[in-house]
């Protein structure tokens, strides 16, 4: 069976005006891309406000828990998502990745003309039409997605955003985003913070849909996707440096989360 991201939204893109602000906070284990065509709108993510503006590319880690707050009228979303390994595979130096993991936003610099925002509001609504396509509409989209991405990665993005390291929810996902690949676990993140594990656990689940556990894993594994699909290093030394402590709980964690085994993930974004 083919690879799967987990509650993934896959490569899909589409747009809508937004009216009202979310009611609650939700994630996907994609990296997201959005560009307003009008209007504004304020999000919250992993625990800190930002305003977004028309024109002006951005782009987060959408596994963090994200939720547009506050809404101008007349504001038309288009958005974009990527699946972790995609992206991964675009972004081989891990530059951009690196710093999305972390909670940062980046962001296109604000444009001192209209000309490349047109282009890509040109672009999004081009591609919102063609994913939804023939496969051989979605892979020419795919191909204009990954030479966008490649110049943000490279010429265009900077970090803009720094996530606020307040409070214990964005605490604790800094901890885990910065030492997932130590030995650490629930009670030792809850410790840190000052929390009991149980009401970490339950507080933690609350804010970003899946507990502890569960979200390191998911970290770890993203980790190992990037060392998977851009080096030749040993799956066993892979498990180790993402912070499995066995190479049997690796396999079972990859399998579980991506449907695949390690040897196959990597195969298949070679070829793609």
Known sequence: MPPREPDSLGLSAGRH?????????????????????????????????????????????????????????????????IPAHQLLDWDRSGHLAGHLYHGEVIAEAAPTHSDRSQRDLSAMTNWIEDLAGSPESRHIAALEIEARVRRLIQQHAHPSISI?????????????????????????????????????????????????????????????????????????????KVGFGSIPAFYAAFNKELNCSPKVYRNVTRKS
């Open 164 to 240: 606020d390291r307040t409070g214990s929810i964005p605490r604790m996902l800094h901890l885990l985003s910065d030492h997932s690949h130590e030995d650490i676990n629930v009670a030792s993140i809850a410790a840190r913070v000052g929390l009991n594990p149980r009401y970490a656990t339950t507080i933690f689940r609350q804010e970003v849909g899946v507990g502890i556990k569960q979200y390191l894993t998911r970290l770890r594994i993203c980790h190992a996707q990037r060392l998977l699909a851009t080096t030749d290093q040993a799956v066993t030394s892979i498990a180790l």
């Open 17 to 81: 005006h937004l009216q009202q602000a979310m009611k609650t906070a939700h994630n996907h284990a994609d990296f997201e891309l959005n560009l307003l065509a009008s209007g504004s709108m304020m999000y919250r993510i992993h625990g800190r406000n930002y305003t977004v503006e028309a024109g002006r590319l951005s782009c987060f880690w959408a596994a963090l828990p994200h939720q547009v707050i506050d809404v101008a009228e007349n504001t038309q979303i288009m958005w974009l998502t």
